[in-house]
């Protein structure tokens, strides 16, 4: 019996853009969040960021069906979206970026 050993694909991952665009919009927040809360903003919008990056190929089904329906069942639009969760907010990261006077208000909606 030939025994399979499990390796890890070593070559780097570059999340340079990724992390680029979250320290840009976190700038943009500085204004908006008192500096010792400035920190507390940063893990959660790199989550949200995860999120936004995993849910995009079916945002505009989610959105436009909760549109049509705001009560469709929660398993019914994880059926939709691929996963156990979904995000049924007109906003994306990029686009908070685009208001940046409503940028708290935004970010929480």
Request: one cysteine or more; hydrophobic letters at 40%; proline letters at 6%.
């Amino acid at each position: 019996m030939e025994k399979t050993i499990a390796t890890w694909d070593e070559q780097p991952i570059d999340i340079t853009s990724e992390a680029n665009f979250i320290w840009g919009i976190a700038k943009k927040l500085r204004g908006t969040y008192l500096p010792d809360k400035y920190g507390d903003v940063i893990i959660p919008m790199t989550i949200i960021r995860r999120f936004e990056s995993v849910l995009k190929p079916t945002k505009d089904k989610i959105i436009a069906q909760f549109e049509a329906m705001p009560t469709y069942p929660a398993r019914a639009m994880y059926k939709i979206s691929g996963y156990q969760f979904y995000n049924t907010s007109k906003f994306d990261l990029a686009e908070l970026c685009n208001d940046p006077d409503n940028i708290a208000a935004n970010f929480k909606a």
